[in-house]
């Protein structure tokens, strides 16, 4: 759940970018306040994400708005199937109209494309994680995680601090390597504080172990490689967690999903996600 008045502070940043300078064409036809409905519906199969900010949108446009919604956050919408409507005055549904829905088509994108990626791993285990990671849109990361939250997934870090020392590539190429990065994060960590490590061989992930890492990504490892490594880390490290990344897709994540690891992170569940087809069609309420 995303706090208010975070949800308010994006909203507003976005309204201003069409309303800055008014609203010409809504101003000049309807001077007056007109009693309108709005039908926010989708045009195609898409799982329902990001109403908090959609209605936070019109909300500030009009404090005395009616809502019913008709499909919940994180369930399946069909094509044709009306989520929400909005009862205001015309002014608000025209003027928020098109930031409303630039949200709902992120986030419901980001939703449903998470879902596809969970209900594939599922195919071969009910126990791997799907989750995302830091690439996200600059000022929109709360929302785009709760997204992922929507359609299934986990998150992997909020941010850069928190209780996970995660030590990544370019932080081992300035400590000089995975052994030395560990030895230097064990002497000044708190004991409770828990390490994970990326790693890309075998002999990288033999130091992770060695270095007590609690979870080791594979970045970007083979899928044969992958599979030698998953046995290697449960043979000499059983409690460690296992995360893989790098270059999933769709097409692939199953079999990384069958070589036994426990996480699976996917940046393009945020940067990449296809934007969910959806209109509004708004009418007068007399």
């Known amino acids: 759940m995303i706090e208010p008045f975070i949800l308010r502070k994006i909203a507003k940043q976005a309204l201003k970018e069409d309303l800055a300078y008014g609203d010409i064409t809504t101003d000049t036809l309807f001077p007056h306040p007109i009693p309108a409905i709005g039908h926010i519906r989708a045009k195609g199969p898409l799982v329902v994400a990001g109403m908090d900010i959609c209605l936070e ?103 850069l601090g928190g209780d996970l020392l995660f030590i990544k590539d370019n932080h081992i190429a300035l400590a000089g390597g995975v052994t030395a990065a560990l030895t230097l994060a064990r002497k000044r960590l708190s004991p409770t504080t828990k390490i994970e490590v990326e790693v890309t061989s075998l002999a990288e992930v033999g130091e992770a172990i060695a270095g007590r890492a609690e979870i080791i990504l594979l970045d970007n490892m083979s899928q044969a490689t992958m599979r030698e490594a998953v046995v290697l880390i449960r043979t000499e490290a059983p409690t460690v967690r296992i995360e893989a990344s790098g270059g999933v897709c769709l097409e692939n994540v199953t079999d990384i999903a069958a070589t036994g690891v426990d996480m699976i992170s996917i940046g393009r569940l945020t940067h990449s996600a296809p934007a969910s087809d959806l209109s509004m069609d708004i009418s007068t309420r007399w």
């Open 57 to 159: 949108v019109f909300k500030l446009l009009d404090a005395c708005l009616e809502i019913k919604r008709g499909v919940k956050e994180g369930q399946e919408a069909k094509p044709g199937e009306t989520i929400v409507t909005i009862t205001a005055d015309g002014h608000a549904l025209l003027k928020g109209e098109r930031s409303a829905l630039n949200f709902l088509q992120r986030l419901c994108g980001i939703a449903t494309l998470t879902r596809k990626f969970v209900e594939a791993v599922k195919a071969v285990s009910e126990h791997v994680c799907i989750m995302d990671t830091r690439k996200t849109t600059p000022g929109l990361r709360a929302l785009e995680k709760e997204a992922v939250r929507l359609g299934g997934g986990l998150s992997h870090r909020h941010h």
